[in-house]
């Protein structure tokens, strides 16, 4: 069974309300390590990463009965838009006044960054995530979802609460900004 | 992801893994929970039911005389004093003792 047969699956079984407590097992098996590493790009730290899955899970299980399905949106971009508020409401209790915007925090994600690199990390895919640890937060959920995540914008805007013009341009800005940074990487 | 895609970021080994016993088990205790708090809330709703009517039958069944005297009192903020005394005939037993004041 694929993954796109098995997300369609857990979805229905979401909808019809019969056994969510087996419909989130599968969730989490379908959905931990692709959620894991969005957040990880939001948060970068590792511990911020671990607390915001489990909340993205138990968040999703509790709001359950709000997912609609179909035309409203898909299983996938429904639990990456929880994952991406709760990343997003991590660091805005992390950065200093209540009015300075979340993009203040950029100095100090990209110092985060540093501390969390894998001693066996590829030289290219350090320098990329350098890069993209610097964008503006609009700028990075758009480029991360699009690039890492390879959903279509149509999610994407969804998911950020974008317009799809909005997300688009935003993607255009990251990649012309990552490629002065890291010009030897095709995006 | 492909080898490009790879992150480069530290991560405990098998914590992917090890991730998805903790989160089931937190599902599972948010699930308890939920169920405690349906619990609660099925013995709240006539526990607050009952307490309604109660409330509502010491309203209802709230001496009479005390209805009258307020009904009265209300009454005598605007009335004239021969409209005052037709009204004290009509809720005092002894109007006769009351026309010698």
């Known amino acids: 069974m694929n993954e796109k047969l098995r997300e369609a699956d857990v979805a229905e079984m979401l909808l019809n309300g019969e056994d969510t407590a087996r419909a989130f097992d599968a969730i989490i098996e379908l959905y931990s390590e ?3 590493w969005h957040i990880r790009r939001i948060v970068v730290l590792h511990e911020d990463a671990e607390d915001i899955l489990q909340d993205t899970f138990v968040t999703a299980y509790l709001k359950a009965d709000g997912f609609r399905g179909g035309k409203e949106g ?14 997003i409401r991590a660091l805005r209790r992390r950065k200093r006044g209540i009015f300075s915007p979340i993009d203040s925090l950029c100095g100090r994600l990209a110092a985060d960054f540093e501390g969390e690199i894998s001693p066996t990390a590829d030289e290219i895919a350090v320098k990329l995530q350098r890069a993209v640890v610097g964008l503006p937060m609009k700028q990075k959920l758009v480029f991360n979802l699009r690039y890492y995540d390879e959903l279509p914008f149509e999610e994407i805007s969804k998911i950020t609460g974008q317009s799809l013009s909005s997300a688009k341009t935003n993607y255009h800005y990251a990649v012309q900004k990552i490629k002065k940074e890291v010009s030897q990487i095709e995006l | 992801m492909n080898e490009m895609k790879q992150m480069p970021y530290r991560v ?17 205790r948010a699930a308890t929970g939920r169920e405690r708090l349906g619990k609660a809330v099925r013995w ?58």
């Open chain 2, 12 to 28: 405990p080994d098998g914590f992917i893994e090890m991730s998805k016993i903790r989160n089931r088990a937190a599902v599972r």
């Open chain 1, 34 to 36: 692709r959620l894991y």
């Open chain 2, 44 to 101: 709240a709703v006539p526990a607050f039911a009952t307490l309604a009517v109660a409330i509502c039958a010491v309203i209802y069944f709230e001496p009479e005389h005390d209805r009258d005297m307020k009904r009265l009192m209300a009454q005598m903020e605007t009335a004239s004093d021969d409209v005052i005394y037709e009204m004290s005939l009509e809720v005092v037993d002894y109007a006769e003792d009351l026309s010698q004041l």
């Open chain 1, 74 to 87: 898909s299983l996938t971009g429904w639990l990456y838009k929880i994952a991406t508020n709760l990343g």
